[in-house]
């Protein structure tokens, strides 16, 4: 599937509301194409030449409704400031089995490639996961251990399963809310 911003739905679209669904195992091959095509464009995405090239917006993951397929499948990829990848998930039906009571937020705020307006605001989350997926990378299933930067990007991307948007976070009468208990990651 060729993903990019034209084809990537917006969140003026209802689709990006819809429950996805749990992918049947073994996976598929259409579904097997779908998302290393997903991890494709995130790879891509972050480098300048090729995004300039096939009009793609940086991002650290996506999930499949976001190119309009309810199906529980997500690809992250965290690189270094080389452009090193530190982490590179093809997660299908991945499951939060726990989450801390601490929470945490990125101090800039999030955004999503579903997301063109500006939603400023913070959006706290659990400061620790635990998810566990099956990784089409590794061919099998495993179990992630997340804090800072990746526990976030995992509870965004678990959200679009449910229809949530980061921006439901926010708190409407207070944006910039701060709880001191929280942890900032910068
Ligand atoms: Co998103």
Redesign the pocket.
Same mark, same amino acid.
């Given at each position: 599937m060729l993903i990019n911003s034209e084809t990537i739905i917006k969140d003026t679209d209802e689709l990006i509301r819809r429950r996805s669904v749990d992918v049947e195992l073994p996976v598929s091959d259409e579904d097997r194409q779908l998302l290393m095509d997903m991890l494709k464009y995130v790879d891509e995405s972050t480098i300048p030449e090729i995004a300039e090239e096939k009009k793609l917006q940086p991002a650290v993951?996506i =999930?499949a409704i976001?190119v309009g397929v309810p199906k529980k499948m997500t690809a992250v990829i965290l690189k270094d400031e080389e452009g090193n990848k530190v982490v590179e998930y093809a997660l299908v039906n991945p499951k939060m089995i726990s989450n801390s009571i601490e929470k945490a937020y990125l101090d800039t705020g999030e955004g999503? @490639? =579903?997301?063109a307006e500006k939603h400023e605001g913070y959006v706290y989350r659990s400061a620790r996961v635990k998810v566990k997926a099956y990784d089409l990378l590794q061919e099998k299933e495993i179990l992630i251990k997340a804090d800072g930067y990746l526990a976030i990007v995992l509870q #965004?991307?678990l959200d #679009?399963f449910k229809g949530v @948007?980061?921006y439901d976070h926010i708190n409407q009468k207070d944006p910039f809310y701060q709880d001191p208990a929280a942890q900032i990651i910068e």
């Open positions: 993951g =999930s976001q999503c @490639l =579903s997301v #965004h991307e #679009h @948007l980061f």
